[in-house]
């Protein structure tokens, strides 16, 4: 573990958080990475009141360096939209500040949210050609197991296997 991994930590996200997710969403570069796009903050405040903080089944924790908030990552269910006969799926995503990227947080704190999340297999579908973030899986024991499209975007799915840490 490095010394900036040492410094990273997971706590329940607070109100105050969203502000800091609502800046770090709308940086245009991350924008660009993740294929996602920036949702208006009247918007996206109301989702994660009521679709993640209001979601007791989410498991959803603020990332911290040195107790300023540098993310999040979140745990879902999945319904029926791409699942096919086989059921619900539980899906992870994370969302770092480009301040935070490339030092060593995005793993350690995936990794430290994986000990507190115990379903398995666990999803995620970064964009494909976010390679950081697939690597960034893989090497937490994400394996490939296909493709989905979201609108025109082709995204990895991962899954991480029942017998995976």
């Known amino acids: 573990m490095t010394d900036q991994a040492a410094r990273v930590r997971l706590r329940r996200v607070t109100d105050a958080d969203l502000e800091t997710f609502l800046d770090f969403e709308h940086d245009d570069e991350a924008v660009r990475r993740s294929r996602f796009a920036a ?13 993640i903080l209001g979601d ?3 498991l959803v924790r603020t990332v911290t360096v040195d107790g300023e908030p540098a993310g999040h990552v979140v745990a879902w269910w999945e319904k029926g ?3 096919g006969p086989e059921g619900d799926r539980r899906f992870l995503g994370y969302w770092l500040g ?12 995936v990794a430290l949210f994986l000990r507190e999340e115990g379903n398995r297999p666990l999803y995620a579908d970064p964009f494909a050609g976010n390679t950081a973030s697939v ?10 197991v296909g493709t989905v499209r979201h609108g025109e975007d082709e995204h990895v799915l991962l899954a991480l296997p029942a017998q995976a840490v």
């Open 39 to 51: 949702r208006p903050r009247d918007v996206f405040l109301a989702h994660w009141r009521s679709s």
């Open 56 to 58: 007791e089944t989410c």
């Open 81 to 83: 939209q791409r699942n």
């Open 98 to 109: 480009r301040p935070y990227w490339g030092r060593g947080i995005g793993p350690e704190a």
């Open 135 to 144: 690597r960034l899986l893989e090497k937490l024991g994400f394996q490939r």
